[in-house]
């Protein structure tokens, strides 16, 4: 990575999925945990920038994140991961880390949708629409009444798209 790109996390976000999609695409397609749990990691500071709305998110995908790093101390890659939850019978339960995993997913899809979003209203300084788009896709089904009304309250709080980059220390050539 190079220097230009410290205190710059899109940067390293990307740099990191690259390598993971380099990973995924070579002829042993096996995702270590490790790799896999830190590109993710890199992800967090995002859910923090978006505030009150996406602070229940932030705090849910940061303990999932740790739970997939931790178990990449005894587990090589994900797919052996998922393998001895489903010989353990316990893919479903609360706390295995394939579920971990499917929630982690989830948050990635999140940002992704989100970041599409913001590309698609160029020229709109507001976040709302594309944070709103992004969590009705991507959270909402899974989500009761309450938590979905309490989220679009939150929406009103989300800073602008300007505010946003320079919370990342980015111009906006990174979104193009």
Not at 87 to 112: F, I, P, W
Request: proline share 5%; glycine share 6%.
């Amino acid at each position: 990575m190079a220097d230009s790109d410290a205190g710059r996390p899109l940067r390293k976000i990307s740099t990191a999925f690259k390598e993971l999609a380099a990973t995924v695409n070579s002829p042993s397609p096996e995702v270590p945990v490790a790799q896999f749990s830190h590109a993710c990691s890199l992800v967090s500071p995002l859910f923090g920038c978006l505030g009150i709305a996406f602070k229940f998110a932030e705090m849910d995908y940061v303990a999932k994140v740790d739970d997939l790093a931790r178990a990449s101390s005894s587990i090589s890659t994900l797919l052996v991961m998922v393998d001895k939850d489903i010989e353990a019978n316990c893919v479903r339960k609360a706390g295995s880390h394939t579920r971990n995993l499917l929630r982690v997913k989830r948050g990635l899809d999140m940002v992704r949708v989100l970041f599409e979003q913001i590309i698609a209203s160029e020229g709109d300084n507001s976040l709302k629409d594309p944070a709103s788009k992004s969590y009705d896709q991507v959270f909402a089904p899974h989500h009761g009444w309450a938590i979905r009304k309490a989220v679009s309250l939150g929406m009103y709080a989300l800073p602008t798209r300007a505010h946003l980059l320079k919370m990342l220390n980015e111009d906006g050539e990174c979104m193009n």
